[in-house]
T-cell receptor, first 110, second 116 residues
Framework: SQQGEEDPQALSIQEGENATMNCSYKTSINNLQWYRQNSGRGLVHLILIRSNEREKHSGRLRVTLDTSKKSSSLLITASRAADTASYFCVTTDSWGKLQFGAGTQVVVTP | EAGVVQSPRYKIIEKKQPVAFWCNPISGHNTLYWYRQNLGQGPELLIRYENEEAVDDSQLPKDRFSAERLKGVDSTLKIQPAELGDSAVYLC??????????????FGPGTRLTVL
C-alpha cells in the first residue's frame, strides 16, 4: 500500500509556466520529501520539509506542508523541458521508512 | 564519487526461472534498500539492511524472494522461481547513518525485469 497520493496524476505545461502538484497522506510523519524520476538520471531527491516546517524553497522549487490537513504541495516555477519527469511525494515515518506515492507525470513542452 | 551501481540493467527470463540482481552501494553507506517499482507506481520497499543485518523485510515475499548482504557491502536479491507478476524495475538505494530519522537515500539506475 502507498502512503501518499499525488494529484494530478499527469500534468502537461509549456516551458516557462509554473507546475503545481499536490500530495495527501494518511498517517503522521517525521518529514516529507519530493523525489524526481526520469529516464536520464533515475530517481533523485529534490527537497525535504520537516513536520515542524510550513514552507521551504530550493532554487525553482517551493514546497509547502500542512500537517493538519496531511497535505503537501510542490511548485516548480519557470519550468524547463528538462523538468519533464515523474514527481513523487515521499513520507518518512518514525522508523525512517520511506513510503512513495504513485507520482505525478509532468511533461514540459518547448 | 561513484553512485549506487546495479547490474544487470535489463533482464528477460521465462517464468519459473531464477534471477538475481546485484547492488553495490555508495562507499561508506551502511544502510541498503531494495525496492520494487511496478509500472505507473512509486517504489515499494522490499527489504532494508543496516550493515549485514536485515532490519525490515516485512514486504519481502519470502516464499520466492531472498536477499543477502554479506560483509555489509554488496547485496544480492534473488527470485526463484519468477512469476509473470514479478515483472518490474528493482531499485537499490543506500544511505549513511545520520542523526534523527532523515537520511537521504541515493538510488541506483535499477534493473528492469521482464518475465515471459
Amino acid at each position: 500500500s502507498q502512503q501518499g497520493e499525488e494529484d494530478p496524476q499527469a500534468l502537461s505545461i509549456q516551458e516557462g509556466e509554473n507546475a503545481t502538484m499536490n500530495c495527501s497522506y494518511k498517517t503522521s510523519i517525521n518529514n516529507l520529501q519530493w523525489y524526481r524520476q526520469n529516464s536520464g538520471r533515475g530517481l533523485v531527491h529534490l527537497i525535504l520539509i520537516r513536520s515542524n516546517e510550513r514552507e521551504k524553497h530550493s532554487g525553482r522549487l517551493r514546497v509547502t506542508l500542512d500537517t493538519s490537513k496531511k497535505s503537501s504541495s510542490l511548485l516548480i516555477t519557470a519550468s524547463r523541458a528538462a523538468d519533464t519527469a515523474s514527481y513523487f511525494c515521499v513520507t518518512t515515518d518514525s522508523w525512517g521508512k520511506l513510503q512513495f506515492g504513485a507520482g505525478t507525470q509532468v511533461v514540459v513542452t518547448p | 564519487e561513484a553512485g549506487v551501481v546495479q547490474s544487470p540493467r535489463y533482464k528477460i527470463i521465462e517464468k519459473k526461472q531464477p534471477v538475481a540482481f546485484w547492488c553495490n552501494p555508495i562507499s561508506g553507506h551502511n544502510t541498503l534498500y531494495w525496492y520494487r517499482q511496478n509500472l505507473g507506481q512509486g517504489p515499494e520497499l522490499l527489504i532494508r539492511y543496516e550493515n549485514e543485518e536485515a532490519v525490515d523485510d516485512s514486504q519481502l515475499p519470502k516464499d520466492r524472494f531472498s536477499a543477502e548482504r554479506l560483509k555489509g557491502v554488496d547485496s544480492t536479491l534473488k527470485i526463484q522461481p519468477a512469476e509473470l507478476g514479478d515483472s518490474a524495475v528493482y531499485l537499490c538505494a543506500s544511505s549513511s547513518r545520520a542523526e534523527g530519522s532523515y537520511n537521504e537515500q541515493f538510488f541506483g539506475p535499477g534493473t528492469r525485469l521482464t518475465v515471459l
